[in-house]
């Protein structure tokens, strides 16, 4: 079992930069793929990113493509998502999600959620 602890939200203006970072807690960081999703004000969950275990495949939302970058880094036990070029679409609550095993791009085959770290675009 992993716990996931997000950090990094706030206010941020169109076309600012935030890096948010989710940290792990439990054994066996490395057999986790972990992802990203986010849930907007009057919008269903997207599930906008994943990483692999090794982190050597990753996966975007067509809507956070070029924009957004998910990495992770097994040694701190923790996934970070940079989010450039942001834009007020982005507002939304954003969840770190684990599971074992493979990467997968349904957000419902993640077993463990964080609690969620809110994203405010705005001028």
């Known amino acids: 079992q992993v716990q996931l602890v997000e950090s990094g939200g706030g206010l941020v203006q169109p076309g600012g930069s935030l890096r948010l970072s989710c940290a792990a807690e439990?054994?066996?960081?490395?057999?986790?793929?972990l992802g990203w999703s986010r849930q907007g004000p009057g919008k269903e969950r997207e599930f906008v990113s994943a990483i692999s275990r090794s982190g050597g495949a990753t996966y975007y939302a067509d809507s956070v493509k070029g924009r957004f970058t998910i990495s992770r880094d097994n040694a701190k036990n923790t996934v970070y998502l940079q989010m450039n070029s942001l834009k007020p679409g982005d507002t939304a609550v954003y969840s770190c999600?684990?599971?074992?095993?493979?990467?997968?791009?349904?957000?419902?085959?993640?077993?463990?959620w964080g609690q969620g770290t809110q994203v405010t675009v705005s001028s």
């Open positions: 999600a684990a599971r074992a095993g493979s990467l997968r791009t349904n957000g419902n085959l993640y077993n463990y």
């Open positions: 439990g054994r066996m960081f490395g057999d986790y793929s």
